[in-house]
């Protein structure tokens, strides 16, 4: 790599967007809900896209309960307790989904919700 090439990588760096934590919470929730929405539209065709949407959300879910069961968390606690019960939600529906006895709606619905809330609190 040459120097004009090293100088253009370097400037185009700074040009990507800061996120906050709280914006990166809120785009890794859209993009889910987002493939979620869009796999369950054709299940049949897009089956296995749709499975790895709702793995993906209860991962992700997963990940948020841990993040909130560590001591050290300042999230208050009855919020980190909601979204404590939001995770264990999500993976008993997610659960239901697979076995054809619920569909996506609820999940979608949490975190459409969960997304307005970081909007909320981001402005």
């Given at each position: 790599m040459n120097a004009l090439q090293m100088a253009r990588t370097a400037y185009s760096n700074t040009a990507a967007p800061i996120r906050t934590p709280r914006g990166t919470e809120y785009e890794a929730i859209a993009r889910i809900?987002?493939?979620?929405?869009?796999?369950?539209?054709?299940?049949?065709?897009?089956?296995?896209?749709?499975?790895?949407?709702l793995y993906d959300n209860r991962r992700l879910w997963t990940l948020l309960?841990?993040?909130?069961?560590?001591?050290?968390?300042?999230?208050?606690?009855?919020?980190?307790?909601?979204?404590?019960y939001l995770a264990q939600?999500?993976?008993?529906?997610?659960?239901?989904?697979?076995?054809?006895?619920?569909?996506?709606?609820?999940?979608?619905?949490?975190?459409?919700?969960?997304m307005r809330g970081l909007q909320r609190e981001g402005q």
């Amino acid at each position: 790599m040459n120097a004009l090439q090293m100088a253009r990588t370097a400037y185009s760096n700074t040009a990507a967007p800061i996120r906050t934590p709280r914006g990166t919470e809120y785009e890794a929730i859209a993009r889910i809900t987002h493939r979620i929405r869009e796999a369950s539209k054709d299940k049949k065709l897009s089956y296995s896209a749709y499975v790895k949407a709702l793995y993906d959300n209860r991962r992700l879910w997963t990940l948020l309960a841990t993040n909130v069961a560590e001591k050290d968390n300042q999230l208050p606690k009855e919020l980190r307790a909601q979204i404590f019960y939001l995770a264990q939600f999500t993976a008993k529906h997610t659960s239901d989904i697979l076995a054809k006895k619920a569909d996506e709606t609820a999940l979608i619905d949490i975190n459409t919700a969960i997304m307005r809330g970081l909007q909320r609190e981001g402005q």
